[in-house]
């Protein structure tokens, strides 16, 4: 019997992929920045049993039509809103994304962007860059406090937790806003659980760790933005989807609020026609929350793992299940 198919829709380490060619084969695509283009992933589907998939697939109503005979879609992200998981379980394809493995790396990037964006890092570094460096002032680049500041955690999942660690050893006051009460961070960390509007209107920090789904879309909207303190420092790790991105530029312009820290847009990738990219109070990175090479290379195996437990007959170790 020959062995199952699986395309890997982004360039990726041969060496990752040898332990697994025992049982699997693997055919990629092979240019290294570019993702492949829709028509060739659909003719490559059309022969693979199963896939292994980034942000940048769409795996929407249309590709499943392509696709209603594969076993397992092994997306190399904790985030899956690029998959359509309901219409996917319709097919019976098994949805896995790669919790846990990536915690710790994108608590790390969160956390990088509260302080750059508290003591205008890449302003001051940018001083030096163009030799503009006058003469020492009292005021040169004053930037905001961490210490003894409230964070308010939108979404305290596994990466809200770890922001929160992180948190505490600043010695800030957690504050956070959660479908469900977390019990165990309110003990361990001391947390403070509030309503949505309560956690963003009194904390100095906002920082957004929730899913992208219809309920979240455009959640930091004017209002929201009106609601929090005009010296307010707002952090996006999560998804692009849950800001609108013209209240939030409109917010930094005026003033409404004091800065924000950004590692994903709405629309990606942006470049340097984007509106917020003018404003100097805005942090940007190219969505590198879990970009360390030892989580990226965890993220790949915990995916291959996914995919070897299913052609083996066995539960998926990180299944997705679609919403009743
Ligand atoms: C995720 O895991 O959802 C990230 O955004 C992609 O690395």
Known sequence: MSKPLIYVTRKLPEELLKPYEE???????QEADTPVPQDVLYKEVSKADGILSTITENIDITFLDHASHLKVIANMAVGYDN??????SEHNIIVTNTPDVLTETTADLAFTLLLATARRIVEASQVIKDSSWGDWAPFMLAGSDIHNKTIGIIGMGRIGEAVGRRAKGFGMDILYHNRNRNEKIETELGARYGTFEDVISEADFVVSLIPLTDETKDLFDEQAFSAMKSSAIFINVSRGGVVDEQALYDALQRG??????LDVFKNEPIDATHPLVDLPNAVLLPHIGSASVQTREKMIKLCLDNISQIFAGKDPLTEVKAKK
């Open 23 to 29: 049982h699997l084969q693997f055919k990629m695509w």
């Open 83 to 88: 998959i359509d998981v309901a219409a996917a």
């Open 256 to 261: 409404v609020i004091q800065a924000a820290g």
